[in-house]
C-alpha cells in the first residue's frame, strides 16, 4: 500500500506558467486536503475536498485552484506561477465518514520553486 | 476561529535529556489535537492525538502529551531524546465544527546534540 503519493518530487518553474501538483492515494478516504508549507509558518491550508465532487477554500486559496472527479485523486492547479507561490506543498487525506473525525496521513511533499 | 501557538522556533537539547514542546491552542469548545513530526525531506508522521477522555495520550517513540483544558495547552514530553529524534514538531488543533480541517503551529525545530 502506496498511502499517498505526489508528483512531481520537485520542480523549477518560470513566472506566468502553469503547473500541476498530483496527489493521489489508495486508502478510499473520502476527505482530502492540500496545504504549504513555509518556514516560520508551519503548514497552511490552501483547499480542501471532504468527498469527491466538492472542494472547498482554506486560508491561503489564491491564485490556487482545485478538482475531486474522484475518490483518489486531488490535483492542485497554479494558473499563472509567482515568486511567492514558491514553497513545500503537501498533500494530505482523512477518513471522515460518519462524521468522525480522523488524523489526517500526508504524501511526501512536492518542492515548488518559481523564478 | 482556532490558532495554534508554537512558542518556541528552536529548541537544543543533549542527548538522553527530558524534552518539553509547549504548544498553546485557540478555541472554545473541545478541540482534536494532534503533534506531527517532519524528518529533514520529509512528510509529517502522526506522532499522538487527543479527542477525548483521559488527558495523557501516549504516542510513537516513547512520546506523550496532556491536554490541560485550564491552560489551552498540549504540551508534548519525552523522557530521555534520542539523536533520532532531531526533526520539526508540528502541533495541530482540529474541530467538528470547523470539518475536517486542521490549523497547524509554526513548529519547533529540534536539534538534539551529543
Known amino acids: 500500500i502506496a498511502g499517498i503519493t505526489q508528483a512531481p518530487t520537485s520542480q523549477i518553474l518560470a513566472a506566468g506558467r502553469r503547473m500541476t501538483l498530483r496527489c493521489t492515494q489508495d486508502?478510499?478516504?473520502?476527505?482530502m486536503y492540500w496545504y504549504r508549507q513555509d518556514l516560520g509558518l508551519g503548514l497552511r491550508l490552501i483547499h480542501y475536498?471532504?468527498?469527491?465532487?466538492?472542494?472547498g477554500k482554506g486560508e491561503v486559496p489564491d491564485g490556487y485552484s482545485v478538482s475531486r472527479a474522484n475518490t483518489d485523486d486531488f490535483p492542485l492547479t497554479l494558473a499563472s506561477a509567482v515568486p511567492s507561490q514558491t514553497s513545500v506543498y503537501f498533500c494530505?487525506?482523512?477518513?471522515?465518514?460518519?462524521?468522525?473525525?480522523?488524523?489526517?496521513?500526508f504524501g511526501p511533499g512536492t518542492r515548488l520553486t518559481v523564478l | 476561529a482556532q490558532s495554534v501557538t508554537q512558542p518556541d522556533i528552536h529548541i537544543t537539547v543533549s542527548e538522553g535529556a527530558s524534552l518539553e514542546l509547549r504548544c498553546n491552542y485557540s478555541?472554545?469548545?473541545?478541540?482534536?489535537l494532534f503533534w506531527y513530526v517532519q524528518s529533514p525531506g520529509q512528510g509529517l508522521q502522526l506522532l499522538l492525538k487527543?479527542?477525548?477522555?483521559?488527558?495523557l495520550v501516549q504516542g510513537i517513540k516513547g512520546f506523550e502529551a496532556e491536554f490541560k483544558r485550564s491552560q489551552s495547552s498540549f504540551n508534548l514530553r519525552k523522557p530521555s531524546v534520542h539523536w533520532s529524534d532531531a526533526a520539526e514538531y508540528f502541533c495541530?488543533?482540529?474541530?467538528?465544527?470547523?470539518?475536517?480541517?486542521?490549523?497547524f503551529g509554526a513548529g519547533t525545530i529540534l536539534r538534539v546534540k551529543s
Open positions: 494530505a487525506s482523512s477518513d471522515s465518514a460518519g462524521g468522525g473525525y480522523n488524523e489526517q496521513f
Open positions: 486508502m478510499r478516504h473520502n476527505a
Open positions: 475536498s471532504n468527498t469527491a465532487g466538492t472542494t
Open positions: 478555541y472554545g469548545a473541545t478541540p482534536y
Open positions: 487527543y479527542f477525548s477522555g483521559d488527558t
Open positions: 495541530a488543533v482540529g474541530a467538528k465544527e470547523y470539518g475536517n480541517k486542521l490549523v
